[in-house]
Each structure stands twice: as C-alpha cells, then as structure tokens.
C-alpha cells in the first residue's frame, strides 16, 4: 500500500479556486492509478476524478467538468487537482487514492490505499 498525503484545501468563496496536491510515498517502480473522491456532511464518498498511471486517460464526474483538472507528474510521486470556478456544493472532505490498477479506475472498491483528507470549504 501506499502512504498518501493531501495539501492544498481551505475555504473560499464562491467563483474562487483551490489546488489540490496529493504526494505518494510508493516503492520504486511502482504504478498505480489515482483519483480524487470528495466526501460531504450526510453523504456518501462519490469519485470526483481519475486518471490512469501514464495519464493519457482521465475521467470527471459531470459536476465538475470543465472546472477541474486531474493530472500528475510521477516523476514526483505528486497528483493534483485544480479546481475553479467552486460552487458551495463543492464544500466537502476531498480524498486522494490510489489503485494496484494502472488503467483508469472508477469504483472505490478498485483502490487500496487513501490518505487523510482534506477539507475544502466554498463560502456563498
């Protein structure tokens, strides 16, 4: 399993924007697929974004297209999420995840290691 670690979250109004940043501490040639789940007050955790090891491919739950972007760099064990143009309905725990997969992933049940959390918070 991997150790994740999210930064980047904080509270901001309405039409403002966060970047997400996710570090993986993995084992050399390691490959796995990551996404980014959100988890709101009385809801269950959804998949926001995902994106296969070599990220040529990328998927986006229909709330948020156009308005995030998911991407990598491996080479620094980072992946990232900008989001902008936030809605309060954005207003959750974001969570980064990572899968033993390296195609793209969109079951929850398809990722084996998760990191803390991070709180974003968009103000009306």
């Known amino acids: 399993q991997a150790h994740l670690a999210e930064t980047g979250g904080g509270v901001v109004q309405a039409g403002g924007s966060l970047n997400l940043s996710c570090t993986a501490s993995?084992?050399?040639?390691?490959?796995?697929?990551m996404g980014w789940f959100r988890q709101a007050p009385g809801k269950g955790r959804e998949l926001v974004a995902a994106?296969?090891?070599?990220?040529?491919?990328?998927y986006y739950d229909d709330s948020v297209k156009v308005r995030f972007t998911i991407f990598r760099e491996n080479w620094k064990n980072t992946l990232y999420l900008q989001m902008t143009n936030l809605r309060p309905e954005d207003t959750a725990v974001y969570y980064c995840?990572?899968?033993?997969?390296?195609?793209?992933?969109?079951?929850?049940?398809?990722?084996?290691?998760w990191g803390q959390g991070t709180q974003v918070t968009v103000s009306s």
């Open positions: 993995v084992r050399p040639n390691d490959a796995y697929a």
């Open positions: 994106i296969s090891w070599q990220g040529d491919s990328t």
């Open positions: 995840a990572a899968s033993l997969h390296t195609t793209l992933r969109m079951s929850s049940e398809d990722y084996n290691s």
